[in-house]
Structure formats: structure tokens, C-alpha cells
């Protein structure tokens, strides 16, 4: 099934909406005022039959100066273009702009439709045909059909019907995976018995029935209760198709045109975008870096600041990276085209194609900024990817990040994650995470350092405490959260980048070399602690302590707390044989079998409950089923 929008342009009373009554029998003036006044104020929609397998959906546009901002809520979700150009007037001021707006959104596509045929002599048409042949000259309409008809007779309406079902089906197929889901807002009303309904044209994916999806720019949810296309109920819509939505979960007055309509998660939300801005041809006005504008995109307008960051201003025909910092919070995606017009007077004056949908605040003259920036514009999938981590990998973004920033889905980024992980040029740190190369280098270089000052400042020590490194390479990497820190510890233990010694973090192939005198000591200290029996001191660690502990001569029972190996195990064999013997034992049983006072017993005992040991029941211990063989 070939599902197409085909979209009219041209001056006013240019017969459009004729035109298109004509090839469908829908009137697409709908409003009172436009029935009364005789031209077209808003957005027309209506469906054109066509051969089997063709779904063609039309839209009427406004003519009139006073209502471009109307027609630019319509044009951009076109497959194909029908410009219209009345034969008793030709090319007239509106039949410019809506040109150059049609090239600046680079659709692709068209013909050219000569109306009121009928009322012209041939000598006429001919300077008419020239007007739009210099027109067209090197744009997408340049070889492009040119067909005179007349609405009021009929001639010529069912070739024009003919051509327009041959040339949809040369129509580049559109995507329509569900995660690219997207409709522009152009209508939201009520409908008694089903509540809030809203229309746009389903620029790209699939929507089916029971689907959950966002609301933006304000983040809302909504549920699709009901489908139609052109009229006709559906279970599932398509891109290239007039959809009417009905949600659920969200009230009218929580929608309005402008709004978009996506899959969950998919778009970010932005007051500031990295883009491409190009003059009109014959702009009236000069673009100085700075200026106030109107920006129109999807179906909403918005006022922005222009930043220019290559140029001071631009005239004519000129284009350079720019950044737009917008006076509301709006969802697009990278590649979006847009159309700027002048803030006072309001003057179509360029537009160009969105870059980065969520950037930071740029500095103008930015040679690495902007050398992104002509990555992002001109380069293939693979450049725009690696460059996107290039900017983003501080933040270990998923695939869904990614797919934001790119307008890939997931499995597309997932194949290229896999060929420029084999290239060397991206880690993959997660199934879902992946990081630029020159990133990785930066984490495992900060870490080597963090490692080798420790082992250089305490040479007696294995290594750094786990949760202490965790929070000093977190600093280093100016990540706030732990999640992405443990996911980077993971990697480079995993990789061997580190080592994880029973929570100890060392760099590889670290040994402690211990000197002639502090071998003395550590000897000496052995030696106390076996004499001393469970009765040993509460004291701070030395680093001796550290390294008989490491050794295994040492057990650990708290922070500050040491008993040797042998001591230990007697005492624990006393107490396993005496719950085998008894089935439990009491702290004063203990107590009594060890010798000793109960602050010497409990915290052996203690110690034994936190390594699932023994437990406590009814004020007794007694062994835990898993760990009866001992420690």
C-alpha cells in the first residue's frame, strides 16, 4: 500500500481549493468565514480516490500572506507538491514564497498545475509556461510535469488524476517502525460519546490501537482508544497517512496545535538547537546574529533568537550554523526542516534543518563546535553516531538516548554499535550502553592515576577501599550518580584495567613489597595477636594489621577489630561442636565455653551472624542450613 500526502501551494484565488474539489469531491473550505469571504483561511484535508493499493491524502493550504503561518502548519508532512499557478495571473508574489518555502523544506517532489486553463488565450499560456519554466529553473520542479486544467469545464482533471496516481507510486517509501511513531497536532476537538480527539499528519512510523504515547512538549500520556484514516475506522495507521487519533487519559484543553504526538521516550524536550540556517534566495531582509524570529516547524510556531556561530549576519542566498535559543520548550528531531520568518515585519525569510534537538549553550567561533556541526549535517549514520558520542558519552547514554539524538531506532544503532566497536572507535560497557573510544582512554588514564599516587602514597597497602575509589573516580569523571560509575568499574575490571581484591582496587600486577624492618613488625604483631587469645583490643589499623589481614593471618571482625586466624577457628569449632552436640547456643554458653567476658564473645558471635553463619532464634544461635559446613 502506497500511503501519500499530496499538499497544494500558490497565491491566493489561484483556484487550489477548486482544484482539489475538483479531484475529489470534497469541499475543503470548512469554515464559515472562508465560505464567506471566498478564500481559504486553515488547513483543508480530504482523500482522493485512487488505483488499488493507493492511499492519497490531500491538503489545502492557504494562499493569502496573512495566513503563511497557516499554511506552514500543513506543508511539511508532504510527499508531493501540487504548485498552482492561475493562468490569467501567473507567477504572483504568494507563488514565490510558497516555492521557496517548498525548496527550504526539500520536498522532493511535484507538479506544476496550471488552473482557470479555460480563460486564456494560447499566446498567454505560452508567457505563463515561460514564467514558471525561469521559475523552476534548477530546483526539484525543474523537469517536473506542467498540466493546464480548468476546474469550471473539467479538462484535463482526470489526466492530472492519472499523473498524480503515477507519480505517487514512484514515491519513496516511508519508515514505519513503531518506535518513529510521530504526528504533528493541527486539530484537537470533542466528539460526544468518544471525548478528545486530535488530526495530523503521521509524518513517520505506526500507531495502532491501545498504543500508549507522549504528549509533547509537555510530557503528557495518552492512550489511543480509536483510529480513523480518511474517515474509515482502522486498528492501525501508517506514515504518509490524514490520521485522526481518539485519547484517552487527556483533556482537550491539555492539547493544542503545535503539540506533537510520539512514542514514549523518543523525543527530547529543548529550549535551544544546534541547525543549519540558509537564506532565501531573494530574502527581503538581512539575518544579523542576535536577531528575534518566528520559527515555524511540524505544525507549531515559536519565537527564537538567532545566534549565528560562523558569520555576523547573513544575506541573500547565504546560510551558516547558527544556534536557535527559543522562548518555549519544544520537541523536534535531528533533520527536521524549519522556516524562519521575520519578527517585525513578519517576512518568510530562510529556514534550514535541526542538528542537535537538545544542545548545551555555544560560543560563537567555536572551531570544534563546529566542526561537529558539519559532521552532523553532512555525514553518513556511522560519523553522525560516532560524533554523537563524541559529545554525549560523559553521560553513558543508552540506545534509547542515542536514538534521540540521531533519529535512529535502536536495532539500526545497535548493528552500527557493533561495527564500530569491532573498528576500535566505540566500548560497549552494557548491552544498551555504549562509549565513544577517546572516552574510554580518559576513564581508564584518570583511573590509572587515581591507583598509582595511592600505591606511590601508601606502598604497604594492596590496594584502595572500593567504595573510596568509587567515590574519587566519580569525581573525576564529574558523574554525581553511582549507577554510571559501577557500570565503568564493571568494564574495566572486566577488562583487566583494574583489580577487585575482596573490595580492595588495585592497578594490575601490584605487589606490596615489604621492607627488612616492617617484616620485623609484621612478625611481631602476628605473634601479640595469637598470645592474646579473643581477648583483643579495640584499635585502629595499622598497616601491618592491613597486611596480615590481606594475608588471611588476621580475621576482620569490625572496623577496628582483629582476631587471629587460629584464635578464631578454635573458637568456631568450639561453637559448631557445640551446636551439633546441642542444637543451639546461648551468648552466655558461649561466654562460659570460651573463657571469657561478653564483650569478647558477642562480637565473635555477632560477626558470625553477618556472614550467614549462624543466625539468632529466640535469643539463641544457631547454624544457618546453608553455611553449616562452616566458614
Known amino acids: 500500500m502506497y500511503n501519500v500526502i499530496i499538499g497544494t501551494a500558490g497565491h491566493v484565488d489561484h483556484g487550489k481549493t477548486c482544484l482539489i474539489k475538483a479531484l475529489t469531491g470534497v469541499d475543503t473550505d470548512r469554515l464559515a468565514e472562508e465560505k464567506k469571504r471566498g478564500i481559504t483561511i486553515d488547513l483543508g484535508f480530504a482523500e482522493m480516490p485512487g488505483d488499488e493499493g493507493l492511499a492519497i491524502g490531500v491538503i489545502d493550504v492557504p494562499g493569502h500572506e496573512k495566513f503563511v503561518k497557516n499554511m506552514l502548519a500543513g506543508i511539511g508532512g508532504i510527499d508531493l507538491v501540487l504548485l498552482v499557478v492561475a493562468a490569467d495571473e501567473g507567477i504572483m508574489p504568494q507563488t514565490v514564497e510558497h516555492f521557496e518555502i517548498l525548496k527550504m523544506l526539500r520536498i522532493k517532489r511535484g507538479l506544476v498545475v496550471i488552473t482557470k486553463a479555460d480563460l486564456v488565450e494560447p499566446e498567454w499560456m505560452e508567457i505563463v509556461r515561460d514564467d514558471i519554466e525561469k521559475q523552476t529553473e534548477g530546483t526539484f520542479l525543474e523537469d517536473a510535469p506542467v498540466i493546464e486544467v480548468s476546474a469550471h469545464t473539467g479538462h484535463n482533471i482526470k489526466e492530472l488524476k492519472e499523473l498524480i496516481c503515477r507519480m505517487v507510486r514512484q514515491t519513496e517509501a516511508k519508515r514505519v517502525e513503531a518506535p518513529m511513531f510521530r504526528v504533528p497536532v493541527d486539530r484537537v476537538f470533542t466528539i460526544d460519546g468518544f471525548g478528545t480527539v486530535v488530526t495530523g499528519t503521521l509524518l513517520e512510523g505506526a500507531v495502532s490501537v491501545g498504543d500508549e504515547i507522549a504528549v509533547y512538549p509537555a510530557g503528557k500520556t495518552a492512550k489511543v482508544r480509536n483510529l480513523q484514516v480518511h474517515g474509515s475506522m482502522v486498528d492501525r495507521a501508517y506514515a504518509g497517512q490524514r490520521t485522526a487519533l481518539n485519547l484517552t487519559n487527556i483533556k482537550k484543553d491539555e492539547l493544542r496545535r503545535g503539540d506533537v504526538l510520539a512514542a514514549k521516550g523518543r523525543l527530547d524536550v529543548s529550549r535551544m538547537l544546534d541547525v543549519k540556517i540558509e537564506m532565501f534566495k531573494d530574502s527581503p531582509r538581512t539575518l544579523v546574529s542576535g536577531s528575534r524570529l518566528h520559527l515555524y516547524y511540524g505544525s507549531a510556531e515559536v519565537l527564537c533568537k538567532a545566534v549565528l556561530l560562523d558569520a555576523e549576519k547573513l544575506e541573500s542566498g547565504q546560510s551558516a550554523f547558527a544556534q536557535l535559543r527559543l522562548e518555549e520548550e519544544i520537541a523536534v528531531r535531528k533533520g527536521d526542516r524549519f522556516i524562519l520568518r521575520f519578527y517585525s515585519p513578519v517576512e518568510s525569510i530562510g529556514g534550514g534543518v535541526v542538528l542537535n534537538s537538545n544542545p548545551p549553550k555555544r560560543k560563537r567561533y567555536h572551531e570544534e563546535t563546529l566542526l561537529a556541526l558539519s559532521v552532523k549535517e553532512g555525514g553518513r549514520a556511522e560519523e553522525i553516531l560516532l560524533q554523537t558520542l563524541l559529545e554525549e558519552s560523559r553521560r553513558l547514554p543508552t540506545l534509547s538516548d542515542i536514538g534521540k539524538m540521531t533519529c535512529l531506532t535502536e536495532k539500526e544503532i545497535a548493528d552500527r554499535i557493533k561495527l564500530l566497536s569491532q573498528r576500535g572507535q566505540i566500548v560497549c560497557l552494557t548491552e544498551?550502553?555504549?562509549?565513544?573510544?577517546?572516552?574510554?582512554?580518559?576513564?581508564?588514564?584518570?583511573?590509572?592515576?587515581?591507583?598509582?599516587?595511592?600505591?606511590?602514597?601508601?606502598?604497604?597497602?594492596?590496594?584502595?577501599?572500593?567504595?573510596?575509589?568509587?567515590?574519587?573516580?566519580?569525581?573525576?569523571?564529574?558523574?554525581?550518580?553511582?549507577?554510571?560509575?559501577?557500570?565503568?568499574?564493571?568494564?574495566?575490571?572486566?577488562?583487566?584495567?583494574?583489580?577487585?581484591?575482596?573490595?580492595?582496587?588495585?592497578?594490575?600486577?601490584?605487589?606490596?613489597?615489604?621492607?627488612?624492618?616492617?617484616?620485623?613488625?609484621?612478625?611481631?604483631?602476628?605473634?601479640?595477636?595469637?598470645?592474646?587469645?579473643?581477648?583483643?583490643?579495640?584499635?585502629?589499623?595499622?598497616?601491618?594489621?592491613?597486611?596480615?589481614?590481606?594475608?588471611?593471618?588476621?580475621?576482620?571482625?569490625?572496623?577496628?577489630?582483629?582476631?587471629?586466624?587460629?584464635?578464631?577457628?578454635?573458637?568456631?569449632?568450639?561453637?559448631?561442636?557445640?551446636?551439633?552436640?546441642?542444637?543451639?547456643?546461648?551468648?552466655?554458653?558461649?561466654?562460659?565455653?570460651?573463657?571469657?567476658?561478653?564483650?569478647?564473645?558477642?562480637?565473635?558471635?555477632?560477626?558470625?551472624?553477618?556472614?550467614?553463619?549462624?543466625?539468632?532464634?529466640?535469643?539463641a544461635r544457631v547454624l544457618d542450613n546453608k553455611q553449616s559446613r562452616g566458614l
Open 432 to 619: 544498551n550502553i555504549a562509549v565513544h573510544a577517546s572516552y574510554w582512554n580518559e576513564v581508564k588514564e584518570k583511573a590509572a592515576e587515581l591507583l598509582f599516587r595511592f600505591h606511590d602514597e601508601a606502598p604497604l597497602r594492596q590496594g584502595m577501599p572500593k567504595e573510596e575509589f568509587r567515590k574519587k573516580i566519580g569525581e573525576k569523571l564529574f558523574l554525581k550518580q553511582s549507577k554510571p560509575v559501577e557500570i565503568l568499574i564493571d568494564k574495566m575490571i572486566e577488562r583487566e584495567i583494574i583489580t577487585d581484591s575482596g573490595n580492595i582496587i588495585s592497578a594490575p600486577g601490584f605487589r606490596v613489597t615489604y621492607t627488612p624492618e616492617f617484616l620485623i613488625l609484621k612478625d611481631k604483631t602476628e605473634k601479640e595477636y595469637r598470645s592474646m587469645g579473643v581477648e583483643t583490643p579495640e584499635a585502629n589499623a595499622t598497616e601491618a594489621m592491613e597486611a596480615l589481614f590481606r594475608e588471611g593471618r588476621l580475621v576482620r571482625l569490625a572496623y577496628n577489630c582483629f582476631i587471629h586466624k587460629d584464635c578464631f577457628e578454635d573458637a568456631f569449632g568450639k561453637l559448631k561442636s557445640f551446636i551439633d552436640e546441642n542444637g543451639k547456643i546461648t551468648l552466655s554458653e558461649y561466654r562460659d565455653l570460651l573463657s571469657t567476658s561478653r564483650k569478647y564473645a558477642v562480637r565473635i558471635l555477632e560477626y558470625l551472624d553477618q556472614q550467614k553463619v549462624t543466625r539468632l532464634e529466640n535469643e
